[in-house]
Structures are given as structure tokens and as C-alpha cells.
């Protein structure tokens, strides 16, 4: 049995499919397991990363455990209760979602998030790969209403570059880290095959859905005052605003081998995602 946290999240639901699609046996953990949209055959069940009790029945009987508990700054104990937990229960082998930069102290406290739980899952003396990645090609999803609209998205970023990643070979790499040992004991800093700017995004995806995608680039003063206004905390918002600057100050301007040396194949483009995911950006009706 392989247990999935995150179940319906981006990485977790491709986790999922590719698993059941292998004929693994898998659990999905989710909210709201009666929602959540799982593949024939995998058993959903009730369960939040912060709910020690529900990780902890999740766990009965696995073998192998995708770990995700970093949502914001308050997570990191709970992140560390997932691999606690899964030692306890007798799992064998962890991969634990973590984020690219962890550690950097020029991304200030969001670079401390996951270290607990990376510290965990090192110290855990199970079998572990910790994943890494840099930004998703689908946080472009998020220019949906605008494109639809005619609008201008709006740009956190900057002018700032980063090696956008496929969550789908994320999610490859995730599901080879779970069923083979080989990637015990590895960090993997997961990459697409170059680096882009919001802008340089927006152009590839404005020729694959053959019209415009403007942004507008948001001052410091208007980022934080939308991710005020989205209900994070001050705290939270503060954190991604020293994120959002360490990467206009090409912070996060990287690229890395480990996706082609761990699939044996080129990382997808951003281009690729946007070609197979123009529908999403289409009018709505």
C-alpha cells in the first residue's frame, strides 16, 4: 500500500493516477474523500496533515508514503508529525515534497519552511528522497480569468527568471522515488530545461492560444496588498514577499539535470504544458 498526502493537490492527483495506472495499491488522503476525484480503485480517506490522529490512521499498513505538509509558515511541525508518523506506523520509505531554495537565507523565513521536515526525513532512518522543485509551469493557471477576460494578469515576479518545472515529471519522479530504492537517500532539484520570466510565459503562452497575454507588473506595495486582501497573513504575506524579490533579483534563475537523469528523457518545456493545457485558458461556454 502507498499512501498519498496532498491527494488533490497539483503533484499529489498526478501522484495518484500514476500509481493506479502502474496497478499499485494506493491511498489517497484527502479532506473531503467523498469529493475528491481518485482513479478506480484507490481508497480515499479522511485525513488533514494537521490532524495528527487521521495521519496516523492513513499510515495502518503502508509501505511507502508521499509526504506533503508545508502550506505556510505555521506547517512545520506537522510536516515533521507526517514523517513521525510514518515511522511509528512501519513505513518504509518516504518522499517528502519540499521546495526549491530550501535553506538559502536570502529567501529569509520562507527558506526555513520545510527544513523540519527535511531534517526529519534524514534523520528518520527510513528509506527517503526529498524533491525539490522549482516553480510550476500550471501556477500559470492563475492568468485564467484574465485571459478569458481580455485583462492584463497580474505579475509578481518581475523581471525575474526561474527553470519552470512540468508537475507532471514532478509527479514521475515522485512515483519512480516511491516504488524504487535506487533514489533512497537523494535530493533531487527539479527543473524545467531553462529558465523564464512571467513575461517570456506569457509570450509562449499567447502563441499557443494565438492572442495576447498581458500582465501587469504589481508594485511591492500592490503584491502585499493582494496577498492581504487573498486572507493570508501577515506573516505569510511578508515571507512570499521576500520570495517574490530574491527571484526579480534572479534569485531563483537555475537550472539542474536531475529531472533528464532520473527519467531518462528531456524536461518538458513550458511550452509543452501550455500546448496540452490551452483548453483551460479557453473563453468559458
Known sequence: ????????????SEVVRELAARGEKVRALSREPAQARVPSG???VPGHHRDRASVEAAMAGV?????V?????????????LVEAARAAGVRRIVKLSAIGTGDPRLGVFGTWHLPGEKAVR??????TVLRPSAFASNTLSWVTAVREGTSAPNMMGDGRQGVVDPRDVAEIAVAALLDPGHAGRTYTLTGPETLSAHEQAA???EVLGRPVPLHDLSPEERREQLLAAGLSETYADGLMITARFIHEGGNDVVTEDVPEVLG???GTYREWAED?????????
Open 42 to 44: 484507490v481508497e480515499a
Open 204 to 206: 509562449v503562452l499567447g
Open 63 to 67: 509501505e511507502a508514503a508521499y509526504l
Open 123 to 128: 534523520a528518520s532512518g527510513l528509506e527517503w
Open 1 to 12: 500500500m502507498i499512501l498519498v498526502t496532498g491527494a488533490t493537490g497539483t503533484i499529489g
Open 265 to 267: 528523457r528531456p524536461a
Open 277 to 285: 493545457h490551452r483548453d483551460a485558458f479557453a473563453p468559458a461556454g
Open 69 to 81: 505538509g508545508v502550506f505556510g509558515p505555521d506547517d512545520a511541525e506537522h510536516d515533521r508529525g
